[in-house]
């Protein structure tokens, strides 16, 4: 039989990508001791992988495909194919930022002024690159974490940290110099699965669905019953995804509604619905938009 080999993101995004393939189609269980989470669905096999780690992985053809950030396949140097990109508004709606940061009292203005110094990070190879690049001379340090106490502390010059508002690195004290990278989570796939035709077909499945599941969140249906007469009011007090669906009614001159909206705006335009003459009002989640 057929396999597909995907990698499921251990870490900040496991819970969220998990709750995304259910919506999308696919419910996977976990076992707290085990790394290779089970699916309902013969032709994939899941396994727990560091996001750090799983372009490496892919790349290799240990997995077929991966999600994981845009950062970590440059970290890697990653020869994979970029499938689509997935906003998680369920972590994140932001896209994250890799900055560099140093004391708010340091001398150091300009990237230049960094020649010779160090800087800690946990993107150790794309730093030395992005420095490399321009001529600057640098000694970049592994950090295993709490980067901001290191430059705090005095035990490095400056920081490559990653962060959505910066307000974390600023609490600390700190100035963001320069944005070296914004970053957002790929699906990837290894490029001999993307040439074999079975595979292609089958990420190119859980792609689309997937999109589709990211693409609902936040989104939900109405329907609702219209007499003929007040139409026009109905439709235009509905903020749609695309036009609504209008449809008669078997034997009556009242018209049945159908639309997407944001279910941010269902609690003010319900109201305005009714009082333009909308009844038996109904709203139902959506799990995939198409």
């Keep these: ?34 790394y290779f989470p089970s699916v309902d669905d013969d ?10 780690e799983m372009s490496r992985h892919v790349e290799g ?29 369920k972590v994140s709606s932001k896209p994250a930022h890799w900055v560099l940061a140093v004391p708010g009292d340091s001398e150091i ?13 946990e993107l150790v190879e794309f730093t030395r690159r992005y420095f490399a690049e321009r001529n600057i001379n640098v000694e970049v340090e592994f950090s295993w974490g709490a980067t901001e106490a290191k430059v705090v502390e005095g035990l490095c010059d400056a920081i490559v940290e990653v962060t959505e508002t910066g307000s974390t690195i600023k609490a600390h ?7 070296l990278l914004v970053t957002n989570t790929k699906m990837i796939a290894n490029k001999d699965a993307w040439n074999d035709p079975w595979k292609r077909k089958k990420i190119e499945q859980l792609s689309q669905l997937v999109q589709a599941a990211l693409k609902a ?10 007499p003929g007469d007040k139409i026009e009011d109905v439709i235009d007090a509905l903020p749609s995804l695309q036009a609504p669906t209008v449809s ?18 269902v609690r003010e335009i319900v109201p305005k619905l ?9 709203e139902y989640p959506l799990n995939k938009i198409l």
């Design 1 to 34: 039989m057929n396999t597909l080999k995907v990698g499921i993101p251990k870490g900040s995004l496991e819970d969220a990508t998990i709750d995304l393939f259910k919506r999308a189609g696919w419910r996977i269980r976990r076992s707290s001791r085990n």
């Design 61 to 89: 053809g240990v997995l077929d495909i991966g999600l994981t950030g845009k950062d970590w396949i440059l970290e890697n140097d990653s020869d994979v194919i970029e499938v689509c990109d997935l906003v998680y508004s």
């Design 109 to 121: 203005k300009t990237l230049e002024d960094l020649e010779g110094k160090i800087i800690s990070t």
């Design 43 to 52: 032709e994939m096999k899941l396994s727990l992988v560091r996001a750090q």
């Design 173 to 179: 004290g700190l100035r963001i110099m320069e944005t």
């Design 217 to 226: 969140e936040g989104m939900v249906g109405l329907k609702m019953n219209v």
């Design 248 to 265: 008669n009614l078997f034997k009556s001159d009242w018209l049945s509604v159908e639309t997407v909206v944001l279910e941010s705006v």
């Design 274 to 282: 009714m009082d333009k003459g909308a009844t038996g009002i109904v």
